[in-house]
């Protein structure tokens, strides 16, 4: 029965999925409650989107769980139950029956006095991995004068910019793929760690063996896995009040720490390839309406696609564009799609192609259609960025509402549906109305460098504040509790960061410069500027920059709009831009201690130091 379990597993790494399926098949003839082929079948069905037998197998994994007759992997359980209290029962019977029970964990020691809190994070996908993609500015960021940041990778090295980058994104980058989980965890002890945080939970090549040995005070679930791990030694769950409510707490044993805007951490620094394709390049046609879905082929269910070729029936012209992720799901689907009466060649399959090329391509599609029980994740956020709107329809788990909770965060409310048939009609609408969808994508494309979801400073400032009460809660002595982050408003995270902040003064004419005195300004100018000045008050960075722009093109060298555009620029994280405006507003007035500091700040931030110190002294005299 092994042989060909494993056997299977090796053909799944391979992607061979109707070879593994046959060899789990003989598994199950062998040894009928064998749950592990069980799931790699039920898997396999799923990656093939061989619905034959989807309601049956649904049942079926959802009666094992509950009556605990075989242990279901919980990744796997998340594409067959939106169920949070099922969620943790299968979370519950899987840890204790997948754990050797010869390890007994290791206690954490004492960890040494330090002026910084020691977090870790620790994961296989330091790499060309959705993770690392939205984390890898995060791990850039931390404060070093509070935190002192550590990597635990047990993943491959794949020689990719982004592994490069992680690297040097962590004081302390410890590759330890070749050590057991003891040793691992005694590395984390011995370090004097405070805070570690799993970035993995059941996902694929997960070690939770790592954590069980308790090698840190405090013990943390993060992005990886959206859903309880059931295990005693994971104390605090980073998530928001959309994504996981506060009356969910009694199915998750970890406990529930609430940040303001968005559970998902993004970068802000990915950038699309910058070579435009065309439709005909993506095999799409020129004219007519694309539907969207770059989710995994796993995630896609019967009822959802039903709904889509109906849309598909109701749209004339329009294609369904999704993920080719393997021949026969490719061939199955298209299958299906016959079957409902629509034309399997207006379904069109998208290679894997690079992470910038793949940003690039979202530029082509009209409308993102997400799934359910298991939502767009990372891909939420990839189409967010490239300013494709997304709808989605927002279930009961923390997988089946981590959509909502981005679009919460980017200002899209209005996009999440709580049901199949109001999905289904505002897809139509959406579809049917172009002035309706064009001023959702004018929408997000003005929320995006001012709402919360990319402001990877602000998440930053968060999940700081989180780590550093879960400390306190430990040093204290008292058992973890829930929590939630105080938010900060747009004025507080201006004045976090300090050179963010606009003297009302600082646009009011008129002061001298190198042109002379600035008091023949133009109406249009003058009003211009008191916008743009209004609106970064606002949070409208968008918006006020557009504002300078418009004064700079009627007037080249105008101090107060190269200045408040360095504001804006910076508080976008352009910080290099911002250092490239500032000096040009300074060559216009030379006197301006204001924009000398903002200008330190800017330069201090990229590590420019000398230039920062020379910067402040010309602030102060």
Same mark, same amino acid.
């Given at each position: 029965?092994?042989?060909?379990s494993?056997?299977?597993?090796?053909?799944?790494?391979?992607?061979r999925?109707?070879d593994?399926l046959?060899?789990?098949?003989?598994?199950i003839?062998i040894?009928?409650?064998?749950?592990?082929?069980f799931?790699?079948?039920?898997?396999?069905?799923?990656?093939?989107?061989?619905?034959?037998a989807?309601?049956?197998?649904?049942?079926?994994?959802v009666?094992?769980?509950?009556?605990?007759?075989?242990?279901?992997?919980?990744f796997?359980?998340?594409m067959?139950?939106?169920?949070?209290?099922?969620?943790?029962?299968?979370?519950q019977?899987?840890?204790?029956?997948n754990?050797?029970?010869?390890e007994?964990p290791?206690i954490?020691?004492?960890?040494?006095?330090?002026?910084?809190?020691?977090?870790?994070?620790?994961?296989a996908?330091?790499?060309?991995?959705?993770?690392?993609?939205?984390?890898?500015?995060?791990?850039?960021?931390?404060?070093?004068?509070?935190?002192e940041?550590?990597a635990?990778?047990?993943?491959?090295?794949?020689?990719?910019?982004?592994?490069?980058?992680?690297?040097?994104?962590?004081?302390?980058?410890?590759?330890?793929r070749?050590?057991?989980?003891?040793?691992?965890a005694?590395?984390?002890?011995e370090?004097?760690?405070?805070?570690?945080?799993?970035?993995?939970?059941?996902?694929k090549?997960?070690?939770?063996g790592?954590?069980?040995?308790?090698?840190a005070?405090?013990?943390?679930?993060?992005?990886?896995?959206p859903?309880?791990?059931?295990?005693?030694?994971?104390?605090?769950?980073?998530?928001?009040?959309?994504?996981?409510?506060?009356?969910?707490?009694?199915?998750?044993t970890?406990?529930?720490?609430h940040?303001?805007?968005?559970?998902q951490?993004?970068?802000?620094?990915?950038?699309?390839?910058?070579r435009?394709?065309?439709?005909?390049d993506?095999?799409?046609?020129e004219?007519?309406?694309?539907f969207?879905?770059?989710?995994?082929?796993?995630?896609i269910t019967?009822?959802?696609?039903?709904?889509w070729?109906?849309?598909l029936?109701a749209?004339p012209g329009?294609?369904?564009?999704?993920s080719?992720?393997?021949d026969?799901?490719?061939?199955?689907?298209?299958?299906?799609?016959?079957?409902?009466?629509v034309?399997?060649?207006?379904?069109?399959?998208?290679p894997?192609?690079?992470?910038?090329?793949? &940003? #690039?391509? $979202?530029?082509?599609?009209? /409308?993102? !259609?997400d799934?359910? =029980?298991?939502?767009? +994740? %990372?891909?939420?956020?990839?189409?967010?960025?490239a300013?494709?709107?997304i709808?989605?329809?927002a279930?009961?788990?923390?997988?089946?509402?981590?959509?909502?909770?981005?679009?919460?965060?980017?200002?899209?409310?209005?996009?999440?549906?709580t049901? &199949? #048939?109001? $999905?289904e009609?505002?897809? /139509?609408? !959406?579809?049917s109305? =172009?002035?309706v969808? +064009? %001023?959702?994508?004018?929408?997000?494309?003005?929320?995006?460098d001012?709402?919360?979801?990319f402001?990877?400073?602000?998440?930053?400032?968060?999940?700081?504040?989180?780590?550093?009460q879960?400390w306190?809660?430990?040093?204290?002595?008292?058992?973890?509790?829930p929590?939630?982050?105080?938010?900060?408003?747009?004025?507080?995270?201006?004045?976090?960061?300090?050179?963010?902040?606009v003297a009302?003064?600082?646009?009011?004419?008129?002061?001298?410069?190198?042109?002379?005195?600035?008091?023949?300004?133009?109406?249009?100018?003058r009003?211009a500027?008191?916008?743009?000045f209004?609106l970064?008050?606002?949070g409208?960075l968008?918006k006020a920059?557009?504002?300078?722009?418009a004064?700079?093109?009627?007037k080249?060298?105008?101090?107060?709009?190269l200045?408040?555009?360095?504001?804006?620029?910076a508080?976008?994280g352009?910080?290099?831009?911002?250092?490239?405006?500032?000096?040009?507003?300074?060559?216009?007035n030379?006197?301006?201690?204001?924009?000398?500091?903002?200008?330190?700040?800017?330069?201090?931030?990229i590590?420019?130091y000398?230039?920062?110190i020379s910067?402040?002294?010309?602030a102060?005299t």
């Amino acid at each position: 029965v092994d042989a060909y379990s494993n056997r299977g597993n090796l053909f799944i790494q391979q992607r061979r999925f109707k070879d593994a399926l046959a060899s789990y098949e003989r598994a199950i003839a062998i040894q009928p409650d064998h749950s592990v082929s069980f799931v790699a079948i039920a898997d396999a069905h799923r990656n093939l989107c061989d619905w034959a037998a989807f309601s049956t197998t649904t049942a079926s994994f959802v009666d094992r769980v509950q009556l605990k007759k075989s242990s279901i992997a919980p990744f796997s359980f998340l594409m067959f139950s939106d169920s949070p209290q099922k969620q943790l029962l299968c979370a519950q019977n899987f840890w204790p029956k997948n754990n050797r029970k010869s390890e007994i964990p290791w206690i954490h020691k004492s960890p040494r006095k330090s002026k910084r809190l020691r977090i870790a994070y620790i994961s296989a996908d330091f790499r060309n991995h959705p993770m690392a993609f939205l984390m890898a500015e995060l791990f850039e960021r931390h404060d070093r004068d509070r935190f002192e940041v550590f990597a635990f990778s047990f993943g491959p090295d794949d020689g990719s910019p982004m592994r490069r980058r992680l690297e040097k994104a962590f004081d302390h980058f410890i590759d330890v793929r070749d050590a057991s989980d003891a040793d691992v965890a005694r590395q984390i002890a011995e370090l004097g760690v405070h805070v570690a945080i799993d970035l993995m939970g059941y996902t694929k090549h997960c070690r939770p063996g790592i954590l069980a040995h308790r090698p840190a005070p405090v013990q943390v679930n993060y992005l990886g896995f959206p859903g309880t791990m059931g295990a005693d030694f994971i104390d605090y769950i980073l998530v928001d009040p959309f994504v996981v409510p506060l009356d969910q707490q009694p199915f998750f044993t970890e406990k529930l720490v609430h940040l303001p805007d968005c559970y998902q951490v993004t970068d802000s620094k990915r950038e699309p390839a910058g070579r435009t394709a065309s439709r005909a390049d993506c095999g799409l046609p020129e004219e007519g309406f694309v539907f969207c879905c770059f989710n995994n082929n796993y995630k896609i269910t019967p009822s959802f696609f039903e709904v889509w070729m109906r849309l598909l029936g109701a749209v004339p012209g329009s294609v369904l564009w999704l993920s080719r992720d393997n021949d026969t799901a490719e061939g199955n689907l298209r299958r299906e799609a016959e079957e409902r009466g629509v034309d399997p060649e207006r379904l069109i399959f998208a290679p894997r192609v690079e992470y910038a090329d793949y &940003l #690039e391509r $979202y530029k082509l599609a009209d /409308l993102f !259609l997400d799934t359910l =029980p298991y939502n767009a +994740g %990372a891909t939420a956020s990839d189409a967010l960025w490239a300013g494709l709107p997304i709808l989605t329809c927002a279930g009961r788990s923390f997988a089946a509402r981590m959509a909502g909770s981005l679009l919460h965060a980017v200002g899209l409310p209005e996009l999440i549906t709580t049901n &199949l #048939e109001d $999905y289904e009609a505002l897809a /139509l609408k !959406l579809a049917s109305e =172009p002035e309706v969808l +064009g %001023a959702l994508r004018t929408k997000l494309a003005e929320n995006r460098d001012t709402a919360p979801l990319f402001d990877t400073d602000r998440f930053r400032r968060h999940v700081e504040a989180a780590y550093e009460q879960m400390w306190e809660t430990w040093e204290k002595g008292e058992a973890p509790k829930p929590f939630a982050v105080e938010p900060q408003t747009m004025k507080q995270s201006v004045n976090a960061r300090g050179f963010l902040d606009v003297a009302p003064d600082s646009l009011t004419p008129p002061i001298s410069t190198a042109e002379g005195p600035v008091n023949n300004d133009t109406l249009s100018v003058r009003r211009a500027r008191s916008r743009a000045f209004f609106l970064v008050r606002e949070g409208e960075l968008a918006k006020a920059a557009r504002e300078c722009e418009a004064v700079l093109r009627e007037k080249t060298n105008d101090f107060h709009a190269l200045h408040l555009l360095g504001v804006i620029r910076a508080r976008q994280g352009h910080l290099e831009d911002a250092v490239s405006l500032f000096s040009k507003a300074l060559k216009q007035n030379g006197n301006s201690a204001e924009a000398f500091r903002n200008q330190g700040m800017a330069l201090a931030e990229i590590g420019r130091y000398e230039e920062a110190i020379s910067s402040y002294e010309r602030a102060i005299t």
